[in-house]
């Protein structure tokens, strides 16, 4: 069964601050992807990244990276020298490519809060 | 390109009313999705279609919750009757396809039940 765990609940940093929000995950199958999802206060869910599980080279955008370890079975994100505008609810979800569906499971979410 | 777009943003009824939702998602999507968010939780999927059909409502309760897909475009979710823990946002995506496309999602309803 598919299931994705994310730990933190509420994080508040300072802003300029580094800061990685976790994500564990748990399939049974050899191919899936793994998402990135942000929701601002205006509620609407923004796609940020997707991996597959072939590709393990870590990726880069900006200020945002990620961190895909499959021998830890996680997908970790960090936002480098964070910005008030970072401030959302993260969401990290996983999709198996032969599930019934290729249904997206989302985790519960982090509350990420950069204080200025 | 516009976006997935939702209606009502905001809808407040009493338990055992009846109400729906609308999407229309972006123009070309064969796939569409409900997402029930309850607040402090992830979006989970109520149901996926796959241009007018139904690829999965394992987790819809079909005794109160309905949905459609007529020609494969626009989408309308039901709740009738509605009781106090469907209140949540009701969240419509839309993807190119359903092999693990990136979910574009409409701004949602938020359904408040009293």
């Known amino acids: 069964a598919q299931k994705v765990t994310q730990a933190q609940t509420e994080i508040s940093v300072v802003e300029k601050e580094d800061v990685t929000l976790d994500c564990v995950y748990e ?3 050899t191919t899936y992807y793994l998402f990135w999802y942000k929701q601002p206060p205006s509620g609407e869910l923004v796609f940020l990244i997707r991996r597959n599980s072939f590709d393990e080279q870590n990726e880069i955008s900006g200020r945002y990276s990620w961190n895909f370890q499959k021998s830890t079975s996680s ?3 960090t ?3 964070s910005q008030v505008v970072d401030s959302a609810v993260y ?3 996983l999709s198996d490519l032969y599930s019934s569906a290729s249904k997206i499971i989302f985790g519960s979410g982090t509350r990420l809060s950069i204080r200025p | 390109e516009a976006g997935v777009a939702q209606s009502p943003r905001y809808k407040i009824i009493e338990k ?4 729906a939702f609308w999407c229309n998602p972006i123009s070309g999507h064969a796939t569409l999705y409900w997402y ?5 939780q992830g ?3 109520l149901i996926q279609f796959q241009n007018n059909g139904v690829v999965d409502d394992s987790q819809l309760p079909k005794d109160r919750f309905s949905a459609e897909r007529l020609k494969g475009v626009d989408s309308t979710l039901k709740i009738q009757p509605a009781k106090l823990e469907d209140s949540a946002v009701y969240l419509c995506a839309s993807s190119l396809d359903r092999f693990n496309s990136p979910l574009h999602f409409g701004n949602g ?3 408040t039940v009293t």
């Open chain 1, 27 to 29: 399939t049974r199958d």
């Open chain 1, 75 to 77: 997908f970790n994100f």
């Open chain 1, 79 to 81: 936002i480098t020298a």
């Open chain 1, 91 to 93: 969401f990290c979800a």
């Open chain 2, 16 to 19: 055992r009313q009846s109400v």
């Open chain 2, 36 to 40: 029930q968010q309850i607040l402090g």
């Open chain 2, 43 to 45: 979006p989970k999927l």
């Open chain 2, 109 to 111: 309803t938020r359904l």
